[in-house]
């Protein structure tokens, strides 16, 4: 695998399936301003900042280089804390850090700096101090407090010179052409591959059902360093051809299983506002900058964000082995916990998100212990098609209430018809429903009767926004609260 660092070409020739970034950085490198905390993707103390290429003009995304395995920085620069001030003047991120008086113990500040160096580097214009706590929202200050970390931030994005040290995209042009056939490092038993068409990539995938999938590796990376797995077999998806492309038609939204959040983040807010608000939410700036829409579909998961709101708009799902395609209803590709509909060698390739109808009005909420950065306790995401005041049909579905993301049919059943001129008066009847529809478990994250309860709430939320909206009454207060409630 090859990839750029500080304007040359690094190949990687021999390694171990799953080592990581941070690990190729600190072992191999020495380069120690990377720094190791948690390991799991939550402290950002090892953010470093990939550079690619995206129509001819560079892309600068922060990741946590402890679940990145080195694999997936193929075809891509690497930047660190250490490359910054390689010309010896602090970078002005450095600089305004140093001004501000925004570092202590100094642990995290490599990563702080690398967050905000990435913001840098994207701010076209003025960034705000929402811009700012967004994209700091996976780093993590034990000591300094965030207020001069984040003026740090301000003074330097607004105040940023045009070019940088890594402004030539010659290295990155001719990676790109390096990088357009296949990878295969290792041998039938223990390797990393890289097919570059779907074709290739389910030949492979035929041929090793057995070998782990990675995308974004925000799941998969902690399996390395939390379960400590030694993944002997990896079919990296990032060099897949089109596998990143999110495209609108006039019937939809079709969503490329490799593309991140930040990739579908705008075309899913373009939806709804509230499902850009849920994306935005998911992890934070580096977890949203590698993990997947298609790997939080695979995976199955609960409590994953995006399966409920796609099963509320009837998303259809399309999987892909050497044989052909086959689709199916997002909602039934969720059997059970742990249990998806995939056959081996079968792999997700993309989810069609049809538009939503005039008279169709869409809510989602995500209820976390933290506002960022947490995964959710309850989340709801729901389609109601109303005739006036109506309910003429609804979906409506669930994280966090079952074995998997699910349809509440009981209550999609009982609100049919049912008029939204007084929402209260359905108050009673959401509660008995929603009894039928979900037992839910006590974990960690919420108790059952909190979950039920919370539930209920959301839902009796989304009546009465749904209903005045309806009525004409108000149409963007949603919005407003959200917002207020992110930079608070
Ligand atoms: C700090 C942190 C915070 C997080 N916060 C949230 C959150 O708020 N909400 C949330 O929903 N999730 C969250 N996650 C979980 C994770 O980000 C998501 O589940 C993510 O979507 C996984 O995508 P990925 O590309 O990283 O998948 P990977 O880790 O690469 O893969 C995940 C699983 O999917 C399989 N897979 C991936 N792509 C495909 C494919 N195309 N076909 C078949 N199988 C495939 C893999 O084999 C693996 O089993 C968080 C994770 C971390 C580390
Ligand atoms: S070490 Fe904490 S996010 Fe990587
Ligand atoms: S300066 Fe010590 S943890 Fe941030």
Known sequence: MIFGRNGKRTVVSEMSPHETVLDYLRLREGAMGTKEGCCEGDCGACTVVVRSLQDGKAKYEAINSCIAPIGSLDGRDLITVDDLAASGQLHPVQQAMADK???????????????????????????????????????????TGYRPIIEAGLAACNSKAAGDAFGQTEVLDQLKKETSTSLFIGNENSFFAAPATEDELAQIYA?????????????????????????????????????????????GLTISAGATYTDAEEA??????????VVRRIGSKQVRNAGTIGGNIANGSPIGDTPPLLIALDAELTLRKAAGERKMRLED?????????????????????????????????????????????????????????????????????????????????????????????????????????????????????????AAHGLVMKSLFEIGAEADGAHADTRLVGMRQRASA
């Open 101 to 143: 008086h925004a570092s202590q113990c100094g642990f995290c500040t490599p990563g702080f700096v690398m967050a905000l160096y990435a913001l840098y580097e994207n701010a076209s214009a003025g960034v705000d101090r929402t811009a700012i706590t967004d994209g700091l929202a996976g780093n993590l200050c034990r000591c």
């Open 268 to 277: 899913l807010a373009h939806i709804d506002p509230d499902i850009g608000e």
């Open 207 to 251: 041929e090793h059902p057995d070998a782990i999938i990675v995308a974004g590796a925000t799941d998969v990376g902690l399996w390395i360093t939390k379960h400590l797995n030694k993944l002997q077999k990896i079919i990296y998806v990032g060099r897949v051809k089109g596998f990143r492309d999110v495209a609108t038609d006039g019937s």
């Open 333 to 453: 590709f969720f059997i059970d916990y742990g249990k998806q509909d995939r056959k081996p060698g079968e792999f997700v390739k993309s989810v069609f998100v049809p538009n939503l109808a005039e008279n169709d009005h869409f809510r989602a909420f995500k209820l976390s212990k933290r506002f960022d950065q947490d995964i959710s306790a309850v989340l709801l995401g729901s389609k109601l098609t109303l005739d006036g005041a109506t309910i003429a049909k609804g979906r409506i579905a669930f994280g966090g209430m079952a074995a998997t993301p699910k349809r509440a049919k009981h209550l999609e059943a009982w609100l049919k018809g049912a008029s939204l001129e007084n929402p209260s008066s359905l108050s009673e009847g959401v509660r008995v429903a929603l009894k039928q529809d979900f037992a839910p478990i006590s974990d960690m994250r919420a108790s059952a009767e909190y979950r039920l309860r």
